[in-house]
């Protein structure tokens, strides 16, 4: 029955696909659109003149996907692990091109958001989906640019900015209780540009102790001040939720409540030829978690981490292209009933040059060095490659060191069954990834060749069964892989066309692991195969449809398929949708111990008022 329905399922699309060619072989009318300024890098540059693998979810894909939270955006994002422990945003964690949860960096506006303690954290961040213009996810080694931890790779949360009075206010009812409040309003005060936005998200939770109170407030401000942009943004988020078999099958009541705020200012300078930024941050994230929410007091930890630090940022044109010098000094630190009080200090200096050798080939060099006050000096070097090849088609690759700096867990953890290790080291790996991008205003393609050795890797080891694990620099990991996507406008050709978009991409991943004469706790787990198919079409004038399928094969063997989709109607100011996430209740675990909700039915109501209309 299940291959039937996995036939029909995969017939239906290979017809989506086939269809617009199909019915739009015929005279294509010229389509000229805005390039996407990508900021992922420390030089901002236009898609089409990237020399790096990067995938952007632009503003009108978090409108219409049949989503809640950042978690769900990401699960279908192509090269992204993203694997959840509680849906609608409780706990996830997000893994790029193979690496690990915790070799993954998390931006918001270019500032590090990635938890000290652990990698489990690195989604608890504080902003509203209604006040995200993009994510962009920048794969490969990325330690030139940003340091620390962007070791698999880079996802950058750019927030909005508004300059005009609107707002909103959704509704959201479905299975399990639950039920989903949104409110957000921009209002100008003088020269100052504001908005507020809040969250209240709630469920009696799809199976025991599955219950989740998320509530999630965001602020922010920017305004011209002495021929710069100031902007101030801040975040609360409150988490309350049933933590079932989380981190053991012994434990099935579990629990866990996270308090997370932030807060970011910048100044920033664009002349004609040079621009100069000036960031400052400040972070805390408190976890307080119950192993047995029976016995609150016999097994408990309570964790509070904090991070603060200030970042700095030129770039200049010559005749020898761009310059981009910066530098970066910050502090971090935990005070934990388990893992004892620590803090330490960071500090770098990183430079990129982008030089036109030619007016087809482009070379972007770049290193950075960095201090950390338990393991001193490092240089992180890299080299990107862009070749224009025809005016469609562009040939890019790069290489570059990447580290990852170990958490607070891993060094410091202790309980019967596992020990951390502050004797620990930084990973190291270098990296390498060769691709071509093709673009036109109907079709835009792209395939892309990476491999990742990495050393020096944490693992949690041990020789006999008697002994507690460890964590211990014991293990090297190769890592090869390939990346395939494609997205198809039909819309562009024909105006009245009845799809808008078509995106189809495939990740293959193969690796290994060598962790010596030691029994690893974490054996490979990675996606060995990954397929994603996203659907936008018209049903009537407006009557949409949003589809998402994604098929994943892990190494070892298990296999997952999902669809979701979306069906909303907008009238003027009002929309209605009813959405189904798990649309053919598959039964699925995503990690450890936990089984993941089947088909979950989900319908809202937003009302918009002088609500700004998409390009």
């Known amino acids: ?16 696909v086939i269809y617009p060619f199909v019915v739009f072989a015929q005279k294509i009318p010229t389509y000229e659109s805005d390039e996407i300024v990508v900021t992922a890098g420390r030089i901002p540059v236009t898609f089409s003149d990237l020399t790096r693998s990067v995938t952007v979810i632009d503003r009108e894909e978090i409108e219409t996907a049949p ?21 609608l945003g409780v706990q996830a964690d997000v893994a790029i091109r193979g690496a690990s949860f915790e070799q993954t960096l998390i931006l918001v506006d270019g500032v590090k958001m990635s938890n000290p303690q ?4 690195n989604l608890n961040i504080p902003v509203t989906l209604d006040e995200i213009e993009r994510i962009e996810i920048l794969k490969g080694p990325d330690a030139r640019l940003y340091g620390p931890n962007a070791f698999g790779g880079v996802i950058n949360i750019i927030t909005r900015q508004s300059d005009d009075k609107h707002g909103h206010i959704k509704l959201t009812a479905g299975d399990f209780n639950f039920s989903q409040t949104d409110f957000s309003v921009a209002q100008p005060i003088g020269r100052f540009n504001n908005t507020l936005s809040l969250s209240l998200a709630r469920s009696m939770g799809y199976h025991r102790n599955t219950d989740f109170d998320n509530r999630t407030l965001f602020y922010q401000t920017t305004a011209e001040l002495g021929g710069g942009v100031f902007q101030l943004s801040s975040g609360y988020m409150d ?21 997370a705020g932030f807060m970011n200012s910048a100044l920033s300078f664009d002349k004609e030829n040079y621009s100069l930024s000036v960031k400052a941050y400040w972070q805390r994230h408190k976890d307080d978690f119950i192993l ?13 981490t904090g991070s603060h630090g200030i970042e700095l940022r030129s770039a200049f044109e010559s005749r020898f292209g761009v310059s981009s010098l910066g530098g970066e000094i910050a502090g971090e630190g935990i005070k934990s009933s388990n893992l004892g009080n620590h803090s330490r200090t960071r500090g770098g200096l990183f430079f990129e040059q982008t030089l036109r050798v030619s007016k087809n080939l482009t070379l972007v060099p770049g290193f950075s060095f960095y201090y950390y006050s338990d393991w001193g000096w490092q240089i992180w070097p890299g080299l990107d490659v862009g070749l224009q090849l025809t005016e469609t088609l562009r040939a890019f690759a790069s290489v570059g060191r990447s580290f990852r700096v170990p958490t607070y867990t891993e060094l410091f953890y202790s309980s019967p069954a596992n020990m951390g290790n502050p004797d620990l080291k930084p990973e190291q790996a270098w990296q390498y990834e060769t691709g071509l991008r093709w673009q036109q205003y109907f079709l835009v393609g792209e395939m892309a060749l990476f491999r990742r050795h990495g050393r020096h890797l944490i693992d949690w080891v041990r020789y006999n069964t008697d002994e507690p694990w460890q964590a211990l620099n014991i293990a090297q990991r190769m890592t090869n892989g390939a990346e395939i996507s494609l997205t198809f406008y039909p819309q562009r050709m024909k105006n009245d066309a009845p799809v808008r978009e078509i995106q189809l991409s495939y990740s293959y991943l193969d690796a290994d692991k060598d962790a010596g004469p030691y029994t690893s706790k974490y054996s490979l787990d990675y996606l060995r195969q990954q397929f994603i198919c996203k659907i936008t079409h018209r049903w009537f004038h407006n009557v949409k449809q949003y589809w998402r399928l994604r098929y994943e094969e892990r190494y070892g063997g298990q296999k997952n398929m999902l669809v979701d989709t979306r069906l909303y109607l907008d009238y003027k100011n009002l929309e209605f949708y009813v959405q189904a996430s798990n649309l053919f209740d598959a039964k699925y675990v995503e990690m450890g111990f936990i089984p993941m909700p089947g088909r979950w039915i989900i319908a809202g109501l937003n009302f918009r008022w002088q609500a ?3 390009d």
Not at 118 to 121: A, Q, R
Request: proline share 4%; aromatic share 12%.
């Open 118 to 121: 652990t990698g489990h954290h």
């Open 239 to 259: 988490k309350d939720f049933g933590a079932y078999k989380f981190y053991s099958e012994r434990f099935p009541d579990e629990r866990e409540r996270i308090n």
């Open 1 to 16: 029955m299940n291959d039937n329905r996995h036939a029909i399922i995969f017939s239906f699309i290979a017809g989506l």
């Open 67 to 87: 989503v809640h939270n950042v978690q769900d955006l990401l699960q279908f994002a192509a090269g992204v692990d993203l694997r959840q422990r509680g849906p």
């Open 612 to 614: 700004k209309v998409l």
């Open 292 to 304: 047995d929410s029976a016995r609150p007091d016999w097994y408990r930890n309570r964790h509070t």
